[in-house]
């Protein structure tokens, strides 16, 4: 079993940037199954989205909204996986939740989230 941590959830200003951060712990050994590694998101009152994901080596997914101000990235180990939040606008408050998939095998870990509030 793989245990996933997010940090770097905070209440920022908009126009700020936060750096949230997501650590595997327990069985990382499976981690090499792993195929996509990602984040998403809820806001108050809607569904979980696709905020920016890693799929195989390195092909980046970003949702439309989110291009251009975030950045997902793998850490030199491959249990790290990181967003990079530049321009928040108060449409990305929300809870950021981490993802680590692999389809091969149906392994679907995730973390509990992180609150990120972006003020007016």
Same mark, same amino acid.
């Given at each position: 079993?793989?245990?996933?941590?997010?940090?770097g959830g905070? #209440?920022?200003?908009a126009?700020?940037s936060l750096?949230l951060?997501?650590? @595997?712990s327990?069985n $990382?050994?499976s981690i090499?199954?792993?195929?996509?590694m990602g984040?998403?998101?809820?806001?108050?009152?809607k569904?979980? !989205? #696709?905020?920016?994901q890693?799929?195989g !080596?390195d092909?980046?997914?970003y949702a439309?909204s989110v291009?251009g101000?975030? $950045?997902?990235?793998?850490?030199?180990? !491959?249990?790290w996986?990181?967003?990079?939040?530049n321009?928040?606008?108060p !449409?990305d $408050?929300?809870?950021?939740?981490?993802?680590m998939?692999?389809? @091969? #095998?149906?392994?679907?870990?995730?973390g509990t989230g $992180? #609150?990120?509030?972006?003020?007016s």
């Amino acid at each position: 079993q793989v245990a996933l941590e997010e940090s770097g959830g905070d #209440l920022v200003q908009a126009g700020g940037s936060l750096r949230l951060s997501c650590a @595997a712990s327990g069985n $990382t050994f499976s981690i090499i199954d792993i195929n996509r590694m990602g984040w998403y998101r809820q806001a108050p009152g809607k569904q979980r !989205e #696709l905020v920016a994901q890693i799929i195989g !080596e390195d092909t980046r997914n970003y949702a439309d909204s989110v291009k251009g101000r975030f $950045t997902v990235s793998r850490g030199n180990a !491959e249990s790290w996986i990181y967003l990079q939040m530049n321009s928040l606008g108060p !449409e990305d $408050t929300a809870v950021y939740y981490c993802n680590m998939a692999g389809d @091969a #095998l149906g392994l679907d870990y995730w973390g509990t989230g $992180t #609150l990120v509030i972006v003020s007016s």
